[in-house]
């Protein structure tokens, strides 16, 4: 192919990065090519400081409105999420098998796995907060009460493999929780992440809700841990140097840092990694106290 037809088609082929509900190139211009074997992919929009920071205002702006929006509701959301990765199975599991070189079994699985455990969290939406919260005892003429909120905005770094299913299992979490999250996807195979936000765009999450970026977490994570509006950051403890990064610069403004083990591909599909604990990791713990008979 000519060399024009190269640009046309790697003009075609670009993936964009998923800021506040719209697909956008980085506001650097960069990307990288991703090549299907010796044949030409596609172009991965490579996510700069300033994408994240404007991943982080939307998140922020979003998150009030996420949290007061009715459990239900955001149950029904997360529901609709699933259907929309459902219709789009196909896609899905070409993506998966094409990432990671796996067989049309394995992506099948995965991409199975993962509808199931949208659904599975979904279902959490309406309930977590009543196992959670208590009535404690006190001594006096009050009650003492302790329920769940959430953090407000959670930073992931999603793990390489698998590539789909990792990415479920840990954005779903502090979203139930009702968090908004900026979201790093997998280096290895970006484009299920892309796919994936498509299904975001068209399941009535509102805007802001989830942030995909796609690029080198080396280079967005210190400025994610480090961001005075975001409030936890995630990561499998995978990568000695960037953890050791990541835990300096959160403490500047006590960020929480969660470390997720690092799991091999079928400790993905245990069901101890969907849990209750799962979303409560996500959560702070809020006391009240009231007078009694008022």
Known sequence: MSKNGDVRLAVRKMYKLYINGAFVRSESGRSDPLWDGKEFGANIARASRKDARDAVVA?????PKWWKTAPATRGLILYRLAEMMEAR????VERVREGLDLSADQAEREVTASIDRTVWYAGWCDKY???LSTRNPVGGPHFNFSTA???GVVAVLAPDRPALLGLISAVLPPIVAGNTV???ASELDPRTAVVFAEALATCDLPAGVANVLTGYRNEIAPVLAKHMDVNAIALESVDP??????ERESAENIKRVRLYPMRAREEW???SVQSLDEISAYCEIKTIWHP???
Do not use: D, F
């Open 59 to 63: 998140a922020r702006a979003a998150q």
């Open 89 to 92: 199975r196909a896609e899905l």
């Open 129 to 131: 907060n009543a196992l």
């Open 149 to 151: 909120e959430p953090m």
């Open 182 to 184: 900026v979201v790093i």
């Open 241 to 246: 140097v960037l953890r050791e990064s990541i």
């Open 269 to 271: 599909y245990s069901s």
């Open 292 to 294: 009694a008979g008022v």
